[in-house]
């Protein structure tokens, strides 16, 4: 038995090597093949030649890779190299999640992967002149997710300056998020760090690590080398020790001499850093010095990896579809205000937002994810809680140049005006309407603590209502993430709102509009039909008619019993 | 071994079979069978059962013995009194779980292939009926290649500028778009889709898009885009030679058939 | 047939329609380089060198110069008015920032080792705008702004840098590169207006015109040279350079005028 389960494992083990060889394989040789798959399945996006100028690519953005330039974003090798073929592969298997690359690993065979790994590497000859296989980032000396490592990586993230681009708490709201280029003068958002779903190269944590050590190149993202770090060459208690110093108001003539040579052994690491880099010649010692820095550098970047990665959900929220509706919760009193701590004991429907592209002009490359939202009722009236991101905030200073309409921040909340009766009546058409009306609230970042209330019967033909009901409405953008509150009546007067009704099944939609994306109009975000419930106060006839029936049967029971033994007594 | 009473074995009979159809079928062999029709097999055993024990008086003496010996015989006290402790409980668990659950939405349903008007229209211009109406680019299939091979281009052209956001780079209806609309994206690769319909059903669908569907299609829902505003006629009927020669897949036709 | 002529018609259009946009853009992605010598250049004593100098000008209405707007941190970045500075013009149309140097140059001085490269970031501004940057030397980049910069220089033929230089870190060298290159843009991505030019060059013979669009090579081997300018908005003479003869110990003057391209 134990020679079997000993077999068991080293067979085991076995197959483990073999796919750790697999999986550092080199591309074969370009080939016909590779060139006719490449011509099938990615020309239309990256082009016959590999510019990135596929017919598709006119209405992308991100933009198709350029291949000539030899600039690959995921990669697993330090800043400045060429990617591995693994890397290439990798990402032509598993897509690029957030953008318009798919994972091919069903649609193409693993062979023809290869083949065309082969083929886009014909595009950029420095592939071919360079000599050694380009340097990966080593991953020894991971460490693992823990609170204090987070709170580590929370001040590296500030102290190395991720908050310009990214934002105070991640969603990619920095000061600079609104003016970055990549390499081709295209504009590129910084990353939403919560939102672990839309990272190209993936969100393990040894993904963050890489994507930090070797930057993303063709992207404003750099490359955290050694030397951007604080005090690279000194140990952690040297660098503290250092910083101590330099906060004194007077150094002694020790201390100046002390500090002096601190700035000596660091200039001394970034000589070795940069000659090993120039490809020169260091010896041992300097190895050893070059290493014992880079261990100081390597640890602080896990931290920040694992603070990163403490900043998203651990998978996608699940959107709403289904039985897993939106289901509004009674309270007895009065509904809580928008920030109060009673929104948080529930978690929030997620509705994910697509690009408008239905009607002209159309929206093909979305900014905003998704909407999260919660709701309250009473027996008067009902509160909704909309959560969305939006890395800028836009209230309509500029004007977008075809329209001439101020571009600013806004969000729509759709229903029917009359619920559909049964699964077969037919709903109003989810754009805004048609042949059957819609009801909307529309709310603008320009007045935030006002919701208009809409008629529409097309995305082209919406009018405001005469009466405007009393909503109440409260909105708040802070981190590149807006919050809306709206409350208002079950039951109106206008004949031309939604009547609301605990237990009825109600068709909900959204629109939204993120300003800094040029959207406009129809040129938006929006859903399909989602559904929303106020959901029934459960019924007091469960306390009743259970008890009723059990009693009943146990009055049966003997009724049986009686019935029984009479029958038995008269047979006898 | 004591043989099993007639009552005995119908218990097992009806749990086994309940426990099969639930668990091995639907669990392990993995092909769940909705809750109805598990509910008409049992009513089916038990109509069976009911039938067996009523063929003899004989049987039916047995098979109702040792409910009437579990009724009043004093051997089966303890029998009868963790039974009539257990039945009102399972009534009440049971009337109560009804009662109390959360009601959920109703279903769509929705018809995937709703059957096309008689005419084919482009706009407003008519273009034939629905069943003779053929692509007018395909006979260069066979009368000229390189025209052929051109149209399928600006197919793919046209529809790597307009479609591959939500049916996809392969076609398979799972473009970055498509995980969150509802109805999905029709998926080209399958096989009953292209081989299913004749080109002027795909003209008809691409022309007319979600708004253009009969109420069984619930038009609302759809966010195939109108793409008769978009496209001309001849790019509809490129972008349709291109569906079926990227998947390898033929359209249906009649033509052949009159 | 109509249809199949208008079919075809349709993507022609279309392929113009792509292309124009895809053309447009490698259009204003194209920089216009430098020529550098084909032969590696060989470093030898220069005795009784001429002098090649002389000035840009600008010819042609100046454009009033753009102002950048500065879009965050600005108590540091926007203390003072800030102006593209694609093209300084100054008094007598004297042009700034034009690069001058010799094409076809096989051998001559060595490199000056003692002057210092570097590039300041001061008020969110690249000082100075262009710098021309020896092979195999470091390029020290300073950090006198109390803010976050990154350094991204967009390399083609070397390999690009992209490197985050935080507000703490007052002086960063960067690796010496070993392939001529350039003029290559350089970047800071957070602040998206900082802009500035660095040209990796393979021997001395290379000047940048000061305010007044003076440019000076000296200890130039006598001998006859051909004489190139490169300016961010001007363009190059790299179709049709300037002929220059240098007579030992001489001085030749050799002005550009210099229009929009």
């Known amino acids: ?572 | ?258 | 047939m109509k249809s199949y002529l208008l079919a075809s018609l349709t993507v022609l259009l279309a392929c113009c329609f792509v292309g124009s946009v895809f053309a447009a853009d490698s259009d204003a992605g194209e920089v216009e380089t430098l020529i550098f010598p084909e032969k590696k250049y060989k470093p030898m004593a220069v005795n009784n060198g001429g002098t090649i100098s002389g000035v840009v000008k600008f010819e042609g209405d100046v454009p009033e110069m753009k102002k950048l707007e500065i879009t965050k941190d600005q108590k540091v970045c926007g203390a003072e008015e800030k102006f593209d500075e694609s093209l300084v013009v100054g008094e007598g149309n004297a042009l700034k920032n034009t690069i001058v140097y010799l094409i076809d140059v096989s051998e001559g001085k060595d490199f000056d080792k003692k002057t210092k490269l570097e590039i300041d970031q001061k008020g969110c501004r690249f000082e100075p705008h262009v710098q021309i940057i020896p092979l195999d030397t470091r390029l020290t980049m300073l950090n006198s702004d109390r803010v976050n910069h990154n350094v991204h220089i967009f390399s083609v033929i070397n390999t690009p840098v992209n490197k985050q230089q935080t507000k703490n870190r007052k002086k960063m060298p960067l690796a010496a590169v070993k392939k001529a290159e350039g003029p290559v843009p350089m970047k800071c991505d957070i602040h998206g207006w900082m802009s500035a030019w660095v040209a990796y060059v393979p021997h001395p013979y290379f000047a940048v015109t000061n305010e007044k669009g003076e440019f000076t090579l000296e200890d130039v081997p006598a001998g006859e040279y051909k004489l190139g300018y490169w300016h961010e908005a001007c363009g190059t003479n790299n179709e049709a350079p300037a002929a220059v003869t240098v007579e030992a110990g001489g001085t030749v003057t050799q002005d550009f005028t210099l229009k929009l391209k």
């Open chain 1, 1 to 572: 038995m134990r020679i079997r389960t000993t077999a068991l494992l080293l067979t085991f083990l076995g197959i483990l090597v073999v796919f750790n060889f697999a999986h550092t394989q080199n591309a074969p040789e370009a080939s016909e093949k590779g060139k006719e798959v490449y011509e099938d399945s990615c020309a239309h996006c990256h082009g016959v030649e590999g510019r990135g100028d596929g017919s598709a690519a006119e209405n992308l953005l991100p933009k198709p890779r350029d291949f000539t330039r030899g600039l690959y974003k995921i990669r697993s090798t330090e800043a400045g190299q060429l990617p591995t073929d693994q890397d290439l592969f990798d990402i032509i298997t598993d897509g690029m999640p957030g953008s318009s690359m798919p994972p091919w690993d069903t649609a193409l065979s693993a062979n023809d992967r290869w083949e065309v790994v082969a083929y886009i590497k014909t595009f950029y000859d420095g592939f071919k002149e360079s000599e050694n296989p380009p340097k990966q980032i080593t991953l020894a000396g991971k460490i693992p997710y823990a609170e204090q490592s987070v709170e580590t990586g929370k001040d590296l993230y500030v102290e190395l300056g991720c908050v310009e681009c990214h934002g105070n708490v991640g969603r990619g709201d920095g000061t600079s998020a609104p003016t970055l280029e990549d390499s081709w003068g295209f504009q590129t958002w910084p990353a939403n760090l919560t939102q672990g779903w839309n990272y190209r190269g993936g969100a393990d944590t040894e993904d963050i690590f890489k994507r930090f050590i070797g930057g993303i190149a063709g992207s404003p993202m750099p490359a955290f080398e050694g030397d951007s770090f604080l005090n690279f060459g000194l140990t952690t208690e040297e660098s503290k020790r250092l910083i101590e110093l330099e906060n004194k108001d007077e150094m002694t003539e020790a201390e100046e001499e002390e500090s002096g040579k601190f700035y000596e052994k660091m200039d001394a690491a970034v000589d070795i850093a940069l000659t090993i880099k120039e490809g020169g010649e260091v010896s041992a010692a300097d190895i050893q010095t070059y290493n014992d820095a880079m261990k100081v550098v390597y640890e602080k970047s896990w931290h920040l990896a694992n603070y990163v990665k403490s900043l998203m959900p651990a998978k996608r929220p699940e959107p709403a579809i289904g039985n897993n509706v939106l289901r509004s919760q009674y309270v007895q009193d009065a509904l809580p205000p928008i920030d109060d701590a009673a929104w948080e004991t529930f978690e929030a429907k997620y509705f994910p937002l697509v690009g408008q592209v239905v009607i002209e002009p159309r929206q093909f490359n979305p900014t905003i994810d998704g909407v999260h939202v919660r709701s309250f009722y009473n027996d008067t009236e009902v509160a909704f809680l909309f959560i969305w991101d939006d890395r800028t905030q836009t209230t309509g200073d500029e004007t977008d140049e075809t329209t001439g309409k101020p571009l600013e921040d806004a969000l729509a909340v759709q229903f029917p005006v009359k619920v559909p009766q049964g699964p077969t009546a037919p709903k109003p058409y989810f754009l805004w309407g048609g042949r059957l009306p819609v009801y909307l609230w529309h709310w603008k970042a320009s007045a935030p603590e006002q919701v208009t209330e809409f008629t529409a019967k097309g995305i082209n033909n919406a009018e405001v209502q005469e009466a405007q009901g009393e909503l109440k409405a409260q909105g708040i953008y802070t981190d590149g993430q807006y919050k809306l509150w709206v409350k208002r009546a079950l039951k109106t007067d206008d004949k031309k709102d939604l009547q609301l009704e605990p237990g009825v099944f109600v068709p909900i939609a959204f629109s939204a509009w993120d300003g800094a994306n040029g959207d406009v109009d129809t040129k938006r975000v929006i859903t399909s039909w989602y559904t929303f419930v106020l959901e029934p106060v459960p019924s007091s006839k469960r306390f009743i008619y259970p008890p009723l029936i059990a009693l009943l049967s146990v009055g049966f029971l003997f009724g049986l019993r009686a019935f029984v033994q009479r029958k038995n007594s008269e047979n006898a």
């Open chain 2, 1 to 258: 071994m004591k043989k099993l009473s007639l009552f005995t074995i119908c218990l097992i009979i009806l749990v086994g079979s309940w426990v099969f159809l639930r668990f091995v079928i639907g669990g392990i062999i993995s092909v769940p069978i909705p809750g109805s029709v598990i509910a008409m097999y049992m009513g089916l055993i038990v109509i069976a059962i009911l039938v067996h024990i009523s063929v003899e008086d004989s049987l039916f003496r047995e098979f109702r013995r040792p409910i009437l010996e579990t009724l009043v015989d004093d051997k089966r006290r303890l029998h009868r009194r963790v039974l009539v402790v257990l039945i009102p409980l399972l009534l009440l668990g049971y009337t109560y779980s009804i009662i109390a659950q959360r009601a959920n939405p109703p279903g769509s349903p929705r018809d995937a292939h709703p059957s096309p008007p008689l005419e084919l229209t482009y706009k407003d211009e008519v273009i034939g009926t629905m069943q003779d109406v053929v692509n007018p680019f395909r006979h260069y299939e066979k009368d000229d290649p390189e025209a052929f091979k051109a149209h399928v281009e600006n197919g793919r052209r046209v529809y790597h500028q307009n479609c591959f956001y939500c049916h996809g780079d392969h076609l398979d209806g799972q473009g970055h778009f498509a995980p969150y609309l509802q109805p999905l994206p029709a998926n080209f690769q399958d096989p009953g889709i292209i081989p299913n319909f004749q080109e002027s059903f795909f003209f008809w669908r691409i022309a007319k898009g979600g708004p253009g569907l009969p109420a069984a299609g619930t038009p609302w829902d759809s966010a195939m885009p109108i793409w008769e505003d978009h496209l001309t006629k001849d790019e509809i009927w490129d972008v349709i030679l291109f569906l079926s020669d990227y998947t390898g897949y033929q359209p249906r036709t009649f033509g052949e058939a009159h």
